[in-house]
């Protein structure tokens, strides 16, 4: 706020007791009286003394008097006056909560790798005699801790941290700043990074490094499936090498179902047909049974049913 409207109250009242002693002095004049020019006079020396004295702040200031030179006290918010001449009021302290844009350009990481980066912190003033009296500047200050702090964040971290973990970068960043500022009575509310800026050949480099292990993890997977389906393949061979007629019946009906889907016309060889002919399916099941009922006579084959040969 400018001067004019930290005493603009005191203002008002000044210019009305200027006025009506203007306005008494004429009257008196007129007739004649002893006050004339006394109290128009006095009226001005008190409107003078109260544009100088009273002073107003607003709800998220402070106002830092000192008295000869030594801290009288923290005045505000509202009105409050002080004595012309003896104190002054060095320093107006906003309380809200402030923003500093700050960055580190061509800071080189942890794994040596340059990168720019831009932050924001905000920041409050939680105590105005420490931030009045500790401190010259502490709006510059904060903003030249901030841009070390960030460089040394920045030097302590690899890039792969500064990329994916953001959060914990704010956070510590937060907590650094916050530790230097504290003792000027500044809090460090949060930081945030906005950006975090590499050579264009690093990204290119990256980029392809990302494809390369993309690419090495779809190979493992398809490996991965190879090999399941290779031993699916082993362990079905060895159920059909035990069990020749369940073969027989897998290989028919693999036919119906490529004939029933595509309504086309299959020929076979002489050879598939007739291991596909259902008498010898059954003359090899009786075989089977055979082989394993020693004692039991095997029973007669049935007629095998004629089959057109191609």
Same mark, same amino acid.
Not at 65 to 80: A, Y
Not at 124 to 134: N, T, W, Y
Not at 201 to 228: F, H, P, T
């Given at each position: 706020?400018?001067?004019? #409207?930290?005493?603009? =109250?005191?203002? $008002?009242?000044?210019?009305?007791? *200027?006025?009506?002693?203007?306005?008494? #002095?004429?009257?008196?004049?007129?007739?004649?009286?002893?006050?004339?020019?006394?109290?128009?006079?006095?009226?001005?020396?008190?409107?003078?003394?109260?544009? &100088?004295?009273?002073?107003? !702040?607003?709800?998220?200031? %402070?106002?830092?008097?000192?008295?000869? #030179?030594?801290?009288?006290?923290? %005045?505000? =918010?509202?009105?409050?006056?002080?004595?012309?001449?003896?104190?002054?009021?060095?320093?107006? /302290?906003?309380?809200?909560?402030?923003?500093?844009?700050?960055?580190?350009?061509?800071?080189?990481?942890?794994?040596?790798?340059?990168?720019?980066?831009?932050? /924001?912190?905000?920041?409050?003033?939680?105590?105005?005699?420490?931030?009045?009296?500790?401190?010259?500047?502490?709006?510059? *200050?904060?903003?030249?801790?901030?841009?070390?702090?960030? @460089?040394?964040?920045?030097?302590?971290?690899?890039?792969? *941290?500064?990329?994916?973990?953001?959060?914990?970068?704010?956070?510590?960043?937060?907590?650094?700043?916050? @530790?230097?500022?504290?003792?000027?009575?500044?809090?460090?509310?949060?930081?945030?990074?906005?950006?975090?800026?590499? =050579?264009?050949?690093?990204?290119?480099? $990256?980029?392809?490094?990302?494809?390369?292990? @993309?690419?090495? *993890?779809?190979?493992?997977?398809? #490996?991965?499936?190879?090999?399941?389906? !290779?031993?699916?393949?082993?362990?079905?061979?060895?159920?059909? !090498?035990?069990?020749?007629?369940?073969?027989?019946?897998?290989? $028919?009906? /693999?036919?119906?179902?490529?004939?029933?889907? @595509?309504?086309?016309?299959?020929?076979?060889?002489?050879?598939?047909?007739?291991?596909?002919?259902?008498?010898?399916? &059954?003359?090899? +099941? +009786?075989f089977g049974a055979s082989r394993s009922e020693a004692a039991a006579p095997a029973p007669a084959a049935a007629p095998a049913a004629p089959v057109a040969r191609g």
């Amino acid at each position: 706020m400018n001067g004019l #409207g930290r005493n603009a =109250p005191a203002t $008002m009242l000044a210019i009305l007791l *200027a006025l009506s002693g203007v306005l008494l #002095g004429h009257y008196w004049r007129e007739q004649e009286a002893l006050f004339a020019y006394v109290v128009p006079g006095a009226l001005v020396l008190l409107g003078i003394l109260t544009q &100088l004295s009273m002073l107003m !702040a607003n709800q998220w200031e %402070r106002a830092v008097v000192l008295r000869f #030179g030594r801290l009288q006290g923290i %005045r505000g =918010p509202g009105l409050f006056f002080i004595i012309p001449f003896v104190d002054t009021v060095t320093t107006w /302290i906003d309380q809200r909560i402030q923003t500093t844009e700050f960055n580190a350009e061509q800071a080189l990481t942890k794994d040596t790798v340059p990168a720019n980066i831009d932050a /924001i912190l905000f920041w409050q003033v939680h105590d105005v005699e420490r931030a009045a009296l500790e401190i010259t500047d502490y709006r510059r *200050a904060i903003l030249r801790v901030a841009q070390t702090s960030l @460089r040394e964040m920045i030097g302590s971290s690899p890039l792969s *941290a500064l990329l994916s973990d953001r959060k914990v970068a704010d956070q510590q960043l937060k907590e650094v700043i916050g @530790r230097k500022t504290a003792d000027w009575g500044v809090n460090a509310v949060s930081v945030e990074i906005r950006d975090v800026a590499i =050579p264009r050949e690093l990204q290119d480099a $990256m980029s392809r490094q990302a494809q390369a292990e @993309r690419e090495k *993890a779809a190979r493992v997977i398809l #490996g991965s499936a190879e090999q399941e389906v !290779a031993q699916k393949f082993v362990d079905a061979a060895n159920i059909y !090498a035990g069990n020749p007629i369940a073969l027989q019946l897998r290989a $028919m009906n /693999i036919v119906y179902e490529t004939t029933k889907e @595509r309504g086309s016309t299959i020929l076979i060889p002489t050879s598939m047909a007739d291991s596909m002919n259902p008498g010898t399916v &059954l003359n090899m +099941a +009786a075989f089977g049974a055979s082989r394993s009922e020693a004692a039991a006579p095997a029973p007669a084959a049935a007629p095998a049913a004629p089959v057109a040969r191609g």
